[in-house]
Every structure is written in structure tokens, then in C-alpha cells.
């Protein structure tokens, strides 16, 4: 029953990152989002991740997994635009 918890926790706050990849990938507009923020979120979400794998507790693993590399593209996206303005 704990696990199950887990696993619909990491679900739903994992799925919570798709509206704004799917907004970011269509639109390619990042001026709202905050590069310090999605910075620091990634590298929390990377550490539990490696967390995750240092347990082996597979919510933790599947959820940031997903999650880092959605937060990742927002990231990447936003650096871009961000190395596009300075230039």
C-alpha cells in the first residue's frame, strides 16, 4: 500500500510538468519562466534521483526520471533563448 502511495504521488506531480513541456515545446516562449528556478529544480530533481537509485525505491527512480528529463527540456529551451538574447 505504501509503494502504491508513492507511485500515484510520483504520477501526478510528474504529470504535473507535462502541461508546461507541452506549452514550452509548442510555443518556444520562455520569457515567464525562471532560469535560476528551473536551474536549481533540476538539480534537486537530479539528486533525488541518484537518491532514488542509491535505495532502489522505483517511485523515486520513475518519477524524477521523468521529471528531470521534462524539466530538462524546459531548461534547455530557456537557456536558449536566454544565450539568443545576449547575442
Do not use: H
Not at 53 to 72: D, E, F, H, K, S
Amino acid at each position: 500500500m505504501i509503494e502504491l502511495i508513492g507511485y500515484i504521488a510520483a504520477v501526478l506531480t510528474t504529470a504535473s510538468f507535462l502541461p508546461q513541456a507541452i506549452k514550452t515545446l509548442k510555443t518556444r516562449d520562455t520569457q515567464s519562466l525562471s532560469l535560476s528556478m528551473y536551474s536549481i529544480f533540476c538539480t534537486g530533481v537530479l539528486l533525488w534521483l541518484l537518491y532514488g537509485l542509491a535505495i532502489q525505491n522505483w517511485p523515486i527512480v520513475a518519477a524524477n526520471a521523468v521529471t528531470l528529463m521534462l524539466a530538462g527540456m524546459i531548461l534547455g529551451i530557456k537557456l536558449q533563448a536566454v544565450l539568443r538574447e545576449r547575442n
